[in-house]
């Protein structure tokens, strides 16, 4: 996506993408996997994702909207027990 594209907000920190800094949107997501790349591949096929980074270790994805970006990591235990293992940043500095 070319920079001109994107439109910016400023915080008190960096720019952000305005497309991410949606309230109550879902922006940032870490996918665990076993194999990044094969799971980029999937991931690319069946939802059509735009994989970035894609030949090397750490493959970084973008969804058709531009709403949703993310990784997937593979430096994660499989958890035991079904349901999400999630945390929520704030959007200031300083809370």
């Known amino acids: ?13 960096p720019r952000v993408d305005a ?14 996997a076993v194999d990044a790349r094969q799971s980029a591949a999937f991931y ?5 994702w735009r ?6 270790e750490d493959p970084r994805f973008e969804d058709a909207t531009g709403h949703l970006i993310g990784r997937w990591v ?14 929520i940043a704030p959007g200031r500095s300083g809370l």
């Not at 996506?1 to 008190?12: F, I």
Request: net charge positive.
């Open 19 to 32: 497309r991410l800094a949606r309230h109550g949107g879902l922006s940032y997501l870490e996918i665990p």
């Open 51 to 56: 994989i970035g980074r894609r030949e090397t």
């Open 74 to 87: 593979t430096n994660r235990a499989i958890s035991r027990e079904p349901g999400q293992d999630s945390s």
């Open 44 to 48: 690319e096929h069946v939802l059509g």
């Open 1 to 13: 996506m070319a920079e001109n594209d994107r439109e910016k907000t400023r915080s008190r920190g």
